[in-house]
């Protein structure tokens, strides 16, 4: 059912109070999530992007329960991925001369996944507009990168409307479609998980872009992202939160990540957290089992993080595997500006330690000097080596 955002502007999306996990399992949700699309009718009508493959049939049904499907004179489709490409299929077989409005790449990843079927693409880059009637126009703005080749945000004048794709987005469900309505606490979090979690790899181009965006001088009224609440209260608060977060950014924290086979390392990371509360009883400690804990929920805490400290046992001459899967998802981050530190029980060859500060530096952290390495389990040497590394941590 369509909700109405702002004057002839509605949401015609997909509300997933049971989704459980995103891009495959790679991303976990607890929250709820949406597919935001919306439709314009002003003198053209127009739909702004559709909804995850496995809804598309519900979404073209819902759809022309609102409105004449063949009064729908263009799609814009702001991104390829299959959450918000995916009921194109559907829609198409209706209205199949109906052009679609993209990007370049995007008509590259549309094709790539649904095969070449003679759609009616209308190329645009960044700048470039269309009339839309009553006075008012789209504008284009391509967003390379963030997070795919071929994602776009579109801009409607008058209504003062950016429809701001995965920018901005969380993945929560907000009925009352709104931010001023949502659960605050919530909102940050998810937010602050989805910029972690999906845009954080590419911190720096989205920087730019804000950048860009602000040499643009739209004047934002509202922000309409793709997944969650829309911004409607203070819209730009999400703009100047993105600024500060993809600028190397950091709390006063320090996250301590770890998995133990017989609880010796499991022992060095609670001594590492008693002393860094000694030490600097401000500090923020967040400790986790890596094989236990939610791997998007600790790589954002690791993102509020101004150190880190990761160890395991050493099994086989290396460390667990549990935690090489988290170390290459903590590269795929790209983090910034953090230091890190190794730490690791061992009963013959101990290697782990070394290794582990070999792909810490590969994931862009400054390692600390010193590390705890323990002959099966933590000696009174060892308390004395956690504090040393406590101490290179805080500096
Ligand atoms: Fe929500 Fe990149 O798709």
């Known amino acids: 059912m369509r909700r109405q955002i702002k004057n002839n502007v509605s949401w015609v999306g997909y509300l997933d109070w049971e989704l459980e996990t995103f891009h495959g399992d790679d991303y976990s949700i607890y929250n709820g999530s949406s597919q935001n699309a919306?439709?314009?009718?002003?003198?053209?009508?127009?739909?702004?992007?559709?909804?995850?493959?496995?809804?598309?049939?519900?979404?073209?049904?819902?759809?022309?329960?609102?409105?004449?499907?063949?009064?729908?004179?263009?799609?814009?489709?702001?991104?390829?991925?299959c959450d918000h490409s995916g009921s194109l299929t559907a829609l198409m077989e209706k209205i199949p001369n109906t052009p679609i409005y993209c990007t370049a790449q995007a008509v590259?990843?549309?094709?790539?996944?649904?095969?070449?079927?003679?759609?009616?693409?209308?190329?645009v880059k960044t700048g470039d507009s269309i009339d839309i009637g009553n006075g008012k126009k789209l504008i284009f703005i391509e967003m390379r990168m963030l997070h795919w080749p071929d994602s776009m945000a579109t801009f409607l004048t008058g209504d003062n409307i950016l429809f701001s794709m995965d920018a901005f987005g969380q993945h929560y469900a907000v009925e009352e479609l709104f931010n001023d309505k949502a659960d605050p606490c919530v909102l940050r979090k998810e937010a602050l998980k989805y910029f972690v979690n999906i845009l954080n790899p590419f911190a720096a181009l989205l920087s730019k872009k804000l950048q860009e965006l602000e040499s643009m001088s739209?004047?934002?009224?509202?922000?309409?992202?793709?997944?969650?609440?829309?911004?409607?209260?203070?819209?730009?608060?999400?703009?100047?939160?993105?600024?500060?977060?993809?600028?190397?950014?950091?709390?006063?924290?320090?996250?301590?990540?770890?998995?133990?086979?017989w609880e010796?390392?499991?022992?060095?990371?609670?001594?590492?957290?008693?002393?860094?509360?000694?030490?600097?009883?401000?500090?923020?400690?967040?400790?986790?089992?890596?094989?236990?804990?939610?791997?998007?929920?600790?790589?954002?805490?690791?993102?509020?993080?101004?150190?880190?400290?990761?160890?395991?046992?050493?099994?086989?001459?290396?460390?667990?595997?549990?935690?090489?899967?988290?170390?290459?998802?903590?590269?795929?981050?790209?983090?910034?500006?953090?230091k890190a530190a190794a730490f690791g029980c061992y009963g013959w060859s101990g290697e782990s330690v070394k290794l582990l500060q070999a792909k810490l530096a590969e994931a862009g952290f400054t390692v600390t000097e010193s590390s705890v390495r323990s002959l099966w389990n933590p000696t009174e040497e060892d308390y004395a080596s956690i504090a040393t590394m406590v101490e290179e941590l805080l500096r």
């Not at 702004?48 to 489709?77: G, M, Y």
């Not at 992202?225 to 190397?248: C, F, K, M, N, T």
Request: hydrophobic fraction near 40%.
């Open 218 to 261: 739209l004047p934002i009224e509202m922000i309409a992202p793709s997944h969650g609440a829309i911004w409607r209260e203070d819209p730009l608060q999400i703009v100047r939160q993105y600024a500060e977060w993809a600028d190397a950014y950091q709390e006063n924290q320090i996250t301590i990540a770890y998995d133990t086979m």
């Open 38 to 81: 919306y439709l314009i009718e002003e003198e053209k009508t127009v739909l702004i992007d559709t909804i995850w493959t496995p809804h598309r049939f519900d979404f073209v049904e819902n759809l022309q329960k609102e409105i004449d499907l063949s009064k729908i004179d263009f799609i814009v489709a702001n991104h390829g991925e």
């Open 264 to 338: 010796g390392t499991a022992k060095i990371a609670h001594g590492i957290a008693e002393e860094i509360q000694r030490q600097s009883p401000d500090t923020v400690v967040k400790v986790f089992n890596i094989a236990k804990a939610d791997k998007n929920e600790v790589m954002t805490e690791v993102f509020k993080s101004k150190a880190i400290a990761v160890g395991s046992p050493t099994v086989c001459n290396s460390y667990l595997s549990s935690v090489a899967g988290w170390l290459e998802f903590l590269k795929q981050l790209k983090f910034r500006n953090k």
């Open 108 to 123: 590259k990843s549309i094709e790539g996944q649904y095969g070449k079927r003679g759609w009616d693409f209308h190329v």
